[in-house]
């Protein structure tokens, strides 16, 4: 009973600082959010105009504590960034247009979009992906897919 009643003061300690319930949950591990974000980036590639090669470069980790997003120290969000389409801009159109066609597709939500710059949101799962052109001549397209925020192992640290 003692070591539920001090859980229950813990957790209500934390929400206080600004922490949710959700970020103390248990999540999918780093190992798992890196297969998912070389999976989507792949999926989404075979779709596209000119079938761009899957991204061969592991997905970078960032931590996700930090002033933009606040939260409990040690959880990491895997991304991984390509450049899809380059210096061709006329072919952009078709690109995009298959990309919205595939994430729609997948299960992905249209989360926000400007021009050809798009996000979309797995709602269920946290994952976004992203396409967003360049704003010189070239116009460049660069396909991004990041996980939610993540523990290593998938459990938050007992505290």
């Known amino acids: 009973m003692r070591i539920a009643a001090a859980l229950v003061v813990a957790m209500a300690a934390l929400t206080a ?7 103390l949950k248990p999540t999918i591990a780093k190992d798992q ?3 998912q974000v070389k999976s989507y980036d792949a ?5 596209l105009p000119g079938k761009p090669q899957p991204s061969t470069k592991e997905p970078w980790s960032l931590e996700c504590e930090t002033t933009d997003i606040p939260g409990p120290k040690g959880r990491v969000e895997l991304s991984t960034d390509t450049v899809v389409a380059s210096g061709h ?3 952009n159109p078709e690109i995009v ?7 729609v597709g997948m299960g992905f939500d249209l989360d926000r ?5 798009r996000v979309y949101k797995n709602k269920a799962n946290g994952f976004t992906v992203g396409l967003k052109e360049s704003g010189d001549d070239s ?16 459990t938050p640290p007992s505290g």
């Not at 116009?139 to 998938?154: E, K, M, N, Q």
């Open 17 to 23: 600082c600004g922490l949710s319930n959700e970020q």
């Open 33 to 35: 959010a890196t297969r």
């Open 43 to 47: 999926e989404i590639k075979t779709a």
């Open 89 to 91: 801009p006329e072919g």
């Open 97 to 103: 247009e298959a990309f919205d066609n595939k994430l």
């Open 113 to 117: 979009r400007s021009g050809n710059d």
């Open 139 to 154: 116009r460049t397209l660069t396909l991004s897919v990041a996980s939610p925020c993540v523990w290593p192992d998938g």
